[in-house]
Nanobody
Framework: QVQLVESGGGLVQAGGSLRLSCAAS????????MGWFRQSPGKGREFVAS????????LYADSVKGRFTISRDNAKNTLYLQMNSLKSEDTAVYYC??????????????????WGQGTQVTVSS
């Protein structure tokens, strides 16, 4: 059983930055892929970024490429999402997710078995 706890969300002005963290417990963090997804009111859950077990193979949604950076610290069992040049359309609840059946990240939400409770990011224009 894997538990995930996100932190770092908040209110920021457009153009600003935030860094989200996701602390994992249970399982062997360095063995499995991790991802970030987001959901805004009236919309489905949207892929943001994912990363393989080593952190060397990130994937990004086109909407965040060049602005967001996903990373992981396996020694600290923690996943990060550095968000720069934030836009109002980035406003959403951000979730981290773990896929313990593979070492490689996916853009699809179905493979991820474990999810955090989410952290709110609000970007004011």
């Amino acid at each position: 059983q894997v538990q995930l706890v996100e932190s770092g969300g908040g209110l920021v002005q457009a153009g600003g930055s935030l860094r989200l963290s996701c602390a994992a417990s249970g399982g062997t963090f360095s063995n499995y892929a991790m991802g970030w997804f987001r959901q805004s009111p009236g919309k489905g859950r949207e892929f943001v970024a994912s990363v393989d077990w080593s952190g060397s193979m990130p994937l990004y949604a086109d909407s965040v490429k060049g602005r967001f950076t996903i990373s992981r610290d396996n020694a600290k069992n923690t996943l990060y999402l550095q968000m720069n040049s934030l836009k109002s359309e980035d406003t959403a609840v951000y979730y981290c997710a773990a896929d313990v059946t593979t070492a490689y990240g996916s853009r699809w939400s179905d493979p991820y078995e474990y999810w955090g409770q989410g952290t709110q990011v609000t970007v004011s224009s």
